[in-house]
């Protein structure tokens, strides 16, 4: 009689196992990326730049240049409630299965996706205070992924106190997050609680720790040595609850000095480099090349672009003869041609631009700046969503040729 139960329990462990055999994620061996078919995955696509972290050029603007202070800027302009629509509208337009259909279309396979850690503490972000809607966000883009078999890095942007020092962190003006207890104890929680969230995902192909951390102004002398330590510190968390996904670490210096960085300590690393407005020679990239060998691990350019497309795909060959991936910045923006897809400018959202740029340090400043005809303002503001709709935007045919991507329709 004993029999019965000892068979089942064979069974259900047999099956428990080659379920967890079916599940392939990518991973690493030696200096390459390993895809699920157990050969060497080359990451070739694009980031989603300004959908889950917005920033201020990428509106027009200048000196209002993060999240939080264009949250301000248009808070100001038409209120609070209507900034709360607005960035609801915004979230659930910018980015949409669209446009993950078409980049997946065009010959890429994977993206990365900056997000703010707000969306996942429970702070207040671009209107909201809701501790599950970063999950809600993410899982929809995707699903749409996994349906078209794209692959996704999540980038932490944002990280709490600020992992870099300036705008693009949407902190307060230093990188505390490394001189802070209690922002690295937020961090490791809230990186924990995405790995658990995601650790059977497959088409999640990994986690980018620390967007662009320690920027140049500061003391690298002093944070440095700090940098791999924070890294240890969110891996050792990360590793309790998920063991599969790769993990991306990016440099000091805007994610371009590796030197901080000792004897791998996590068998799946992959280290992450940025590049931007240099020559496109093979002696801009060797420092990283000499790293991988000496370590033999792999590297990947996770952020690069932004130029003509000349540069484009002549950097991109060169990453490409050093057996280096990359996701080129950015995939959309309004009025431009040195991305993916571009948008137009809505009509009036010059005094949008004009208001965002005027000094406004107090209540006069802001009442006098305010222009007079608020429903324009709105209108424009609309307009800027329904014009970044993927069946509003223009392919820049040049820059994705030059990325070596399909762009016959």
Known sequence: ??????????????????????????????????GVDGKPFLIKGTNLGNWLVPEGYMFKFSNTNSPRLINETITELIGPDAAKSFWKKYLHTYITQADIHYLRWTGMNSIRIPFNYRLFSGEEYLGEKDIQ??????????????????????????????????????????????????????????????????????????????????????????????LEMVYKKITKAIRTVDKNHILFLGGAQWDSNFEPFGKPFDNKLVYTFHKYWTDPTQQVIQDYIDFRDKYNVPIYCGETGENTDDWVKD?????????????????????????????????????????????????????????????????????????????????????????GLRTDQ
């Open 1 to 34: 009689m004993k029999s019965k139960p000892i068979m089942l329990l064979f069974l259900c462990v047999t099956f428990l196992f080659s379920s967890a055999q079916l599940k392939k994620f990518i991973s690493v061996k030696g200096k390459d990326i390993i």
């Open 133 to 226: 809607r970063g999950f809600r966000l993410l899982d929809s883009v995707i699903s749409w992924c996994k349906k078209e078999g794209l692959f996704v890095i999540l980038d932490m942007h944002c990280a709490p106190g600020g992992q870099t020092g300036d705008n693009i962190d949407d902190g307060y003006g230093y990188p505390f997050l490394f001189e802070n207890e209690g922002s690295q104890n937020l961090v490791v929680s809230i990186w924990k609680n995405i790995a658990d969230h995601y650790k059977s995902e497959t088409t999640v192909m990994g986690f980018d720790l620390l967007n662009e951390p320690i920027a140049h102004y500061f003391n690298k002398e002093k944070l440095n040595p700090l």
């Open 315 to 403: 950097f991109r060959i060169l990453l490409e003869k050093n057996n280096i991936g990359w996701h080129y910045w950015p995939y959309k923006k309004i009025d431009n041609t040195k991305g993916i897809i571009t948008f137009k400018v809505p009509n009036n959202y010059d005094t949008v631009i004009r208001y965002a740029e005027t000094p406004r340090t107090n209540f006069e400043q802001i009442r006098n700046a305010k222009p007079l005809n608020i429903d324009e303002v709105k209108q424009a503001l609309d307009d800027f969503i329904n014009n970044s709709k993927f069946s509003n935007c223009t392919p820049n045919k040049g820059y994705i040729m030059a990325l």
